[in-house]
């Protein structure tokens, strides 16, 4: 892991931008020197530098409420080499839709388990080589998209203690079947009236989890929509189980 | 209006006894002067003395927290006169259940709106006369149990804010009608595991809130077992909507 830029964000936070071999990445800790933080991984569909903002206001709140947060390109995503396979698959999925045909099985496993097979790997590496700075600390939590990737993530890193998932839709079965493996405590935002999400499917994923601690919800306001109060609640969750 | 009995719990909680009529109820404040504070009716399903622990954990969280509480007893529970249509409607329910018959529409609507005719009234009277007091102040919440009196509340009386909904079972499709036409934000609690609740039945009546804030919280933990951090959440939402 080589750090390339350093920049302080109004006193508070301090954000770094990290490449660990090909993967670009981004962590942000304290502006000031204090105790280790846990810290809080999060997940995007894709694209860093699209996701930015919205990804620098979860770690400003996350950092603020005395955590650390970090994110990593995904394989694919933004500047790093095509993944052909997967995006075969998207542009499968986009005819089907506008086709108004169904989406088959296979399109959704397709789109989504190489990419889960690849990301997660990158995730755990990076877990390692943060976790081996002072600044950071364990448990670590796991926030935010690709769900199938939060789910494995949930599934099989022993050091993720908690995490935050959003309930989508196309959601393989092999992944269904994973998410009856998780047992950490799980916070699961829906959003209730999102066209593009299939809700039923949505609830059958919440209802799969095997998390004896497990919280589902879900708001109005589309799929972009989450209400700011979402944030608060994430950041108390993550303070009962990663403190 | 007529106070019975006064005592300061732990000097934060003034509790108060008091008749409306032939109606006992609680109000509990703040123990010591302070501004008014709006106001928070928790409901809950009869038998204000079997149910006045629950009451008085929640109440005390709530003074803790700015708000005045209240409880009245309901129609036909604890020392007040039987109500015989709904006492025969809930021995047909029980039979139906004991002998695995489907629950017809009919029993329900026998059980629950008779119940609601009388009660909302009740309460209705009851903020008029908690509002005449100089320590309460409105907006006004509702909070709790007997789902079909919350949504009536919440579709009619114009004084109540927000309301916390406990999602159930056995509404009837009158109710589910009122639904629609609520308006008001709503905080929404389902247990998900709970054997005794018809899960797709409380994400029906979820579904149907006309409300365009709206959020649901599903638990595990059944059917008595909601997390304690639900309470804190429970206050937060309070705090936005009647502040």
Not at 97 to 118: F, H, Q, S, T
Request: proline letters at 7%.
């Amino acid at each position: 892991m080589r750090f390339t830029s350093e920049s302080r964000l109004d006193d508070h936070v301090l954000e770094r931008e990290f490449t660990l071999g090909e993967i670009p990445g981004v962590l942000w800790t304290a502006g000031s020197a204090s105790a280790p933080a846990p810290l809080v991984l999060l997940g995007h569909p894709g694209g860093l530098r699209r996701m930015y903002p919205r990804l620098l206001a979860r770690a400003s709140h996350l950092v603020a409420d005395g955590f650390a947060a970090t994110t990593i390109e995904l394989p694919g995503g933004g500047d790093r080499p095509r993944f052909a396979a997967v995006e075969e698959a998207r542009a499968e999925l986009h005819r089907a839709l506008a086709a108004g045909e169904p989406v088959d099985d296979g399109i959704v496993d397709r789109l989504v388990l190489p990419l889960v097979d690849e990301a997660v790997p990158e995730w755990r590496a990076c877990l390692d080589a943060l976790l081996a700075l002072p600044e950071i600390d364990g448990p670590v939590g796991y926030a935010g998209g690709v769900i199938a990737i939060g789910v494995r993530m949930a599934a099989v890193e022993p050091r993720i203690a908690a995490a935050l998932l959003f309930a989508g839709s196309y959601v393989p079965r092999a992944v269904l079947d994973e998410a009856r493996r998780v047992a950490i405590p799980l916070h699961v935002l829906l959003q209730w009236d999102d066209e593009g999400n299939d809700r039923q499917m949505a609830l059958q994923l919440f209802d799969a989890f095997g998390s004896q601690e497990k919280t589902l919800h879900a708001n109005m306001g589309g799929h972009t929509g989450v209400p700011s109060f979402e944030g608060e609640a994430a950041n108390r969750f993550f303070a009962r189980h990663l403190r």
